[in-house]
């Protein structure tokens, strides 16, 4: 159940940002990344199927539980080699690795419910169906203006 | 002690999104969303996610202080209002009520800021204004006299049945992020978005047609798109015959405004032009929302009004998905307007210059000291205290050193002054050239209404007590009102609202019992009415029930890029600060985002200026020199050069040309000059 971005929708407030920090006792797992002028894109961890944070960590604290990418920080040794192994640059390690943990014991993460714009959700058709319903509306008007 | 979940309206923008406060063993330790709000939907922006940072800050004022030498000394509450009572009160009494001026603050509820305006008129000042002199005062004149309210027309989330949203100088994604969730529903819907702004900003990320218009020239933008919506007769005769006068003189007003000579003016293709204004007059239903980007202007109430004959020659006011939306930038701005916090209006827009007003509010207060017509303006106050006119002031939440245009004329006016009050939670740069500065609360602390950019009036619970020896703004304003010989004996905030209830006409019905959910919109005159979401919907408050169109002619803007200031400067918000940032620039969560002050310059600009990005530049206009990092960038055209307004040194550069109605400075036109500090 990873978080899904619709970047056609992400205006760049940075809410999602500060409020994971703010929920992870002041250590935010997400950056918003400004592509230009143009756009811009939350950048969080992706709960790869075949993550190499898991695969790179010997202890097992970074493991697979079923869609979710888990991290114990019990098994941490610090270490830092999830942090050269995340092709995302999404796991981090300032003396014990921290990482996005779709806020556990919550029922939805926090950055899909202080969105402001609706960009972010666990449903990974959401963009392509709203992309969908926006080119059949400007079909029925006519074609876009 | 369990965890308790205290409902509260966040203290940052209009918007008025609503979230708890959880709170444990009387502290402020998170905040839980509020998916059931109507307004914000459960969402936060990051301002608001930040909200608590503020309420413990070490900066907080805990004691009131009086300046000593350089510095200031903590004194007693008692010793605070005698000072107070002596500094105001000799003023009074030694040079007249008409020379002492009051600042209400658009951060307080309607109940401080009720007693605020109320206790100056008591004492016989006209003078009383608050901040929507800096952001909407252009509104409140242009939209009163065009469609007889001013105000948001439909609430937020009416954007989303929306089939065309015409976003003209509003940079909503970054100020009122959660408006941007109402326009994506109405763009999956099938709606279209036009974007008009000097700035490629965030909003126009939405945009399907965006016009990138030369600051200043919105007059022309929106002439030129009546122009062709009245040539191709996409105009609604049925709702002009119906429900408008004066479209005749419009027709003349806009005939020399073609897509062409409009081009030549805003720097906008004529193509564009055409295509936004068939765009917009041919929906079924479409709104346009606004913002600084028209108002702070000299010709802001021209600009207002354009925006409001646009909407009146296509009929898209008075049903859902219509509107003409003013965004307003404080949490309680529309509020303190409602309450009579402004120079020319009473309670409840009774017309100050009117004896009747003065009359009607004599019975009801008990006294016969009432002023009749118009105090000074917020910016006018700041000239009076420059050439002695004004001789003491108190300000209320307000920090016109740091948000006035031409700050360092603004700080001399105030060290002008005999005398200066300043109530605030922190030292801004306004109390530091204060005598006596007076600890307040911030919103947590209190309770009270507060009225958002929809008109939607909420209640606010107190979650924690203020620090030290902090006071609610309510309690400190009674407590000078009461050493100044007034009768301000109010129980609480509760009590103060059934008296705006009983004055205010359009909150006749907004009792304190019926405020436990989710708010009530204005005009709601009674306690069995449902409040009013969607205004103008039978007619208007004017003359025969319609609204009136009043051209207007482009002017340009006062100031205009010259051999010697060769660029035009304009400011704006950023997304992880708020105004004069004396609550974000201390939020830790916030600062660290955007640490500094900056200015976006475009690329072949700065090129040509051989100034790099992230380089210091210094930046002069006639009124003064800053210095700020420089951002190279696109989003700017050239010629154009962007500063937010967050930081100390954007408003010692701005204009001090103003708006001749509304008296709002042009703080978004500067000609000015850049170059590298080597």
């Known amino acids: ?145 | 002690m369990p965890k308790v979940l205290v409902p509260t309206v966040c203290p940052y923008c209009a918007s008025g999104c609503g979230f708890y406060i959880a709170v444990e063993k009387d502290r402020a330790t998170g905040i839980e969303y509020m998916p059931e709000h109507p307004a914000s939907d459960g969402a936060l922006c990051s301002k608001g996610n930040a909200a608590l940072e503020v309420l413990y800050h070490e900066d907080r004022l805990r004691y009131p202080l009086k300046r000593k030498g350089d510095g200031w000394a903590r004194i007693s509450w008692d010793e605070a209002l005698d000072l107070v009572a002596r500094g105001l009160g000799g003023a009074l009494k030694e040079y007249g009520p008409k020379r002492v001026g009051f600042l209400a603050s658009s951060k307080c509820t309607n109940e401080e800021d009720y007693l605020i305006e109320k206790m100056a008129r008591c004492l016989g000042s006209p003078n009383v204004d608050n901040c929507a002199r800096l952001c909407h005062a252009p509104s409140v004149v242009g939209l009163n006299r065009t469609l007889g309210a001013a105000g948001m027309t439909n609430p937020i989330p009416d954007l989303a049945n929306s089939k065309c949203v015409f976003i003209i100088g509003s940079n909503l994604a970054e100020n009122h992020p959660v408006l941007s969730r109402w326009i994506h529903r109405a763009k999956d819907a099938g709606a279209v978005v036009i974007v008009a702004d000097p700035r490629l900003t965030h909003t126009a990320w939405m945009a399907d047609i965006f016009l990138q218009i030369k600051p200043g020239t919105d007059v022309a933008l929106l002439n030129g798109m009546a122009h062709v919506i009245i040539k191709e007769g996409l105009i609604d005769n049925d709702f002009i015959s119906r429900w408008t006068r004066g479209y005749e003189d419009l027709v003349q007003a806009v005939k020399d405004y073609t897509p062409e000579k409009v081009s030549e003016i805003t720097g906008v293709s004529a193509g564009d032009i055409v295509r936004a204004a068939r765009a917009y007059a041919i929906s079924p239903a479409s709104a346009i929302v606004y913002s600084m980007g028209i108002t702070q202007h000299t010709t802001g109430t021209d600009n207002v009004q354009a925006i409001a004959n646009l909407s009146l020659i296509s009929g898209h006011i008075g049903r859902p998905g219509t509107g003409v939306m003013p965004l307003r930038g404080q949490n309680n701005v529309q509020g303190a307007c409602d309450v009579g916090a402004l120079a020319e209006f009473y309670p409840g827009y009774r017309k100050a210059d009117d004896p009747e007003t003065a009359k009607f509010f004599s019975k009801e207060w008990g006294t016969n000291l009432l002023p009749v017509g118009k105090g000074l303006t917020a910016t006018e106050m700041i000239d009076a205290a420059a050439s002695g006119q004004i001789k003491a002031m108190y300000i209320v939440g307000e920090d016109p050193a740091n948000s006035d245009s031409r700050s360092n004329y603004t700080r001399e006016a105030l060290e002008n002054l005999d005398f200066l009050v300043v109530q605030d939670i922190f030292m801004t740069a306004t109390a530091q050239l204060a005598d006596v500065v007076l600890p307040a609360s911030v919103w947590a602390e209190k309770e009270g209404t507060f009225t958002s950019t929809e008109r939607r009036v909420q209640w606010s619970h107190k979650a924690i007590d203020p620090p030290g020896e902090a006071m609610s703004d309510l309690q400190i304003v009674c407590n000078v009102a009461r050493r100044l010989g007034l009768d301000f004996n109010y129980s609480g905030a509760a009590e103060v609202l059934s008296e705006i209830n009983r004055l205010v006409p359009q909150y006749g019905g907004i009792t304190r019992e019926r405020l436990n959910g989710s708010g009530l919109i204005w005009p709601c005159p009674n306690v069995e009415h449902p409040g009013t979401p969607i205004l103008h919907s039978q007619g208007f408050k004017l003359k025969d029930n319609r609204a009136t169109i009043v051209p207007v002619q482009y002017r340009p803007p006062a100031e205009d890029a010259s051999w010697e200031y060769p660029f035009i400067l304009t400011t704006g918000r950023l997304a992880v600060h708020h105004n004069a940032g004396s609550m974000t620039r201390r939020s830790p969560s916030l600062i660290e985002r955007e640490p500094d002050l900056f200015v976006e310059i475009n690329t072949a600009d700065a090129a040509k200026l051989r100034i790099a990005d992230g380089d210091e530049v210094v930046i002069t206009t006639p009124r003064g020199e800053t210095t700020a990092l420089a951002r190279l960038t696109d989003r700017v055209k050239r010629g154009v050069a962007f500063m937010p307004f967050h930081f100390p040194g954007t408003n010692i550069l701005t204009s001090e040309a103003r708006d001749e109605e509304a008296k709002i400075p042009e703080f978004k036109v500067s000609a000015c000059k850049i170059s590298r500090r080597d």
């Open chain 1, 1 to 145: 159940m990873p978080v899904y971005v619709d970047i056609s929708r992400c205006i760049g407030c940075r809410s999602c940002e500060v409020a994971c920090k703010r929920v992870h006792d002041g250590k935010g797992h997400v950056n918003v990344h400004f592509a230009g002028d143009h756009a811009s894109v939350p950048i969080f961890c992706h709960h790869c199927e075949e993550a190499t944070c898991t695969m790179a960590c010997f202890t097992g604290a970074l493991s697979k539980d079923g869609e979710r990418t888990a991290f114990s920080v019990d098994k941490c040794t610090g270490c830092g080699l999830c942090r050269l192994a995340c092709p995302f640059g999404v796991v981090w390690t300032d003396k014990l690795a921290h990482k996005c943990d779709l806020c556990a014991g919550r029922e939805t993460p926090t950055c899909i419910l202080t969105c402001p714009a609706n960009a972010l959700s666990t449903d990974f058709e959401l963009a392509s169906k709203r992309a969908r319903a926006r080119a059949a509306m400007a079909a029925a008007q006519g074609g876009r203006r």
